[in-house]
């Protein structure tokens, strides 16, 4: 009895072994195949698995309605390759920067993508591993971590539409997120002529600006206009030293085309209408963390640099800093920028 028992369980293993062997040798088979991608009406060019997935919709994010166009190519061994074409946030730098933009969009990302790949709600972690351009293009790489699945995502924002190129597995597979990360091609950005009268004049809307709630802009590349040290004494309130103003000119009535230098905030961790806790890095970690912010005029933090602190913590808090909101700070009824400093304390995990 007990070798007829012995001898079902070794059949049954056996059974499940030619199973999941026939499986994934079936996906492979699938995936043998590769095709260049152009979809109409998009931009890019992108070397997928053969017979992708597509799907056109729209949802609402905050006080928009955002066109989402999926291309989508998965196989029942685990791997996930996909691009996310995202559109109704318009360009438009008199309203709102392009850094906010993007984070809009990868917000609105976040919020459209899961869902596509897992059908039960499933938590989304992206860490920023890298910004850089890409043809001309605002670009940005993370890595992400959806449910049992990780790997890779770059997203690109052009005048027109912001696309995140997904590569997903549960298991490592470098060669093949590589072949399909780097055969995604954006053409070269061209140079936007200057505006003209006429321009200014014409029948096209301006963009409705941002909610700066849901703005999260990440540090841009170039100098920083942060301050060498915190200044904790000064309120946001306190007005910036000009200097004398010209012939005609009201005081304290900024020259015109000059840029209102930042006001001194101070302290700004009880001013923040949105201040997101830090993840705390692996192993065991304490102690305070200050960041120098620049806050621009809708209330997004632009610019932001630890200053002080243990440095195994100073990427977390940064972090951290970036994706903080603020309400705007006005000046003589109109909005400024605000420099000041996020406090952020680590606690030991007992």
Do not use: C
């Amino acid at each position: 009895m007990h070798s007829r028992r012995l001898h079902f369980v070794l059949a049954s293993l056996l059974l499940t072994a030619f199973a999941l062997t026939a499986h994934a040798q079936k996906a492979a088979e699938a995936w043998a195949e590769w095709e260049s991608l152009s979809p109409e009406n998009e931009e890019f060019t992108v070397l997928m698995p053969k017979n992708p997935t597509t799907e056109s919709t729209t949802f609402p994010y905050h006080k928009m309605e955002l066109k989402a166009r999926l291309y989508m190519a998965t196989s029942a061994s685990g791997p996930v390759l996909a691009i996310t074409s995202l559109s109704g946030i318009k360009s438009d730098p008199a309203q709102y920067t392009e850094f906010a933009r993007f984070n809009s969009y990868i917000d609105a990302f976040k919020t459209f993508f899961p869902s596509k790949v897992r059908s039960k709600e499933t938590l989304v972690k992206m860490t920023l591993v890298s910004s850089r351009p890409f043809h001309g293009y605002t670009g940005r790489s993370y890595k992400i971590t959806l449910g049992d699945l990780s790997g890779s995502v770059n997203a690109f924002v052009t005048r027109k539409r912001f696309y995140a190129i997904v590569s997903l597995n549960n298991k490592k597979d470098e060669a093949l997120e590589e072949k399909f990360l780097s055969s995604f091609v954006l053409p070269e950005r061209q140079a936007e002529p200057p505006k003209t009268v006429a321009n200014a004049n014409s029948d096209q809307q301006p963009a409705q600006p941002l909610d700066p709630n849901t703005q999260n802009t990440v540090q841009p590349e170039g100098e920083s206009t942060l301050p060498a040290t915190p200044n904790n004494t000064e309120t946001a309130n306190a007005q910036p030293s000009t200097p004398n103003p010209a012939p005609g000119q009201t005081p304290g009535q900024q020259p015109q085309g000059q840029k209102r230098p930042p006001v001194a905030g101070g302290m700004l961790n009880g001013k923040a209408i949105y201040l997101p806790v830090p993840e705390v890095p692996a192993g065991e970690a304490s102690g305070v963390v200050l960041v120098a912010v620049l806050v621009d005029e809708s209330g997004t933090v632009i610019e932001a640099r630890a200053v002080s602190g243990p440095a195994n913590l100073h990427p977390a808090a940064v972090n951290a800093a970036r994706l903080a909101r603020f309400a705007p700070t006005l000046l003589m009824g109109e909005p400024v920028r605000v420099s000041g400093t996020l406090s952020y304390n680590f606690v030991r995990s007992n």
